[in-house]
């Protein structure tokens, strides 16, 4: 099992910054993805970015130039810095991670609430 935890979450005014961390434990072989969704406000969850190991990471064209994803493998972290923030941000962020083998599998954090205000 892994266990996800987010931190960070809150409110900004558009085009300000905020930074979301994620701090996962257990058992982490095989967890070869990590990242961050999003569900706004009456819409389905979406993805935001990942990184995985082989490839890298990997955005939604609705954040790319504006959000950073970086993972750190040796402290099973991953953190989400959002800039230029836009009232379409408003969001549950979710961490999440994937395990490739050896069996797929996938978890999610509780969710943050980021809020950004015009």
């Known amino acids: 099992q892994v266990q996800l935890v987010e931190s960070g979450g809150g409110s900004a005014q558009a085009g300000g910054s905020l930074r979301l961390s994620c701090v996962a434990s257990?058992?982490?072989?095989?967890?070869?993805?990590m990242g961050w969704y999003r569900k706004p406000p009456g819409q389905e969850r979406q993805l935001v970015a990942t990184?995985?190991?082989?490839?890298?990471?990997e955005y939604a064209e609705s954040v790319k130039g504006r959000f950073t994803v970086t993972r750190d493998n040796n402290r099973n972290t991953v953190d989400l810095q959002m800039n230029s923030l836009k009232p379409e941000d408003t969001a549950v962020y979710f961490c999440?991670?994937?395990?490739?083998?050896?069996?797929?599998?996938?978890?999610w954090g509780p969710g943050t609430q980021v809020t950004v205000s015009s």
């Open positions: 257990g058992n982490m072989y095989g967890v070869n993805v």
């Open positions: 990184v995985a190991l082989a490839t890298g990471a």
């Open positions: 999440h991670a994937h395990r490739t083998f050896p069996t797929a599998k996938d978890w």
